[in-house]
């Protein structure tokens, strides 16, 4: 019972000195000028993937889902432990494939999946932690974040992955506040 209480105690602490951390996003909009020139670069894009591990895997799939529902381009997310079975077939020089890659847990793991795109003539496009050189000199392009901690870097890396999906729909001249099809909210009937 103790324990359970100190452990508690602990995660309590933890996560209000992280939230702390949160005050780098506004770092993160410092990035909005080269990841508009990136955009340019990708917005004749026909398809795109997004790939995530651990808690950036739900992260890769809002990615693409936000790049699919303003700029109508074809997007997947994909669990970068899973690219092997399916996706990896898809890539090629023609699919731009954007990594969320912070150095965290699954960091070697993350290097080895850019690794194999890069491999088959993918292009890549990297979120990574500030000063994490081993990607710079792999992926085609990084956008660097502010380091967090683990559990807070969805917070983080979602600010560019959202400028590049807007980007790339006004390049496009697509209307973001009102894109085609789109409910503002879902009602259960």
Known sequence: MLSNFL??????SYIYNSVAEL???KDV???????????????YARNFLYLGRGYNYPTALEGALKLKEISYIHA??????????????????????VVIAPTDSLYD?????????????????????????AMKDIADHCLEVPDV???????VVSVPLQLLAYYIAINKDRNVDQPRN???SVTVE
């Open 7 to 12: 452990l508690l105690r602990y995660l309590k």
């Open 23 to 25: 005050r780098y996003i």
């Open 29 to 43: 909009l410092g990035l909005a000028d080269k990841i508009k020139n990136l955009s340019k670069i990708y917005t």
């Open 76 to 97: 997947e997310g994909y669990p970068a432990a899973e690219m092997k079975h399916g996706p990896i077939a898809l890539v090629d020089s023609e699919m731009p494939t």
């Open 109 to 133: 793991k993350i290097i080895s999946n850019v690794r194999q795109v890069k491999a088959r003539g993918g292009t890549v496009v990297a979120i990574i932690t500030k000063g994490n050189d």
């Open 149 to 155: 901690p683990e559990c807070l870097t969805p917070l």
């Open 182 to 184: 789109l409910a503002k």
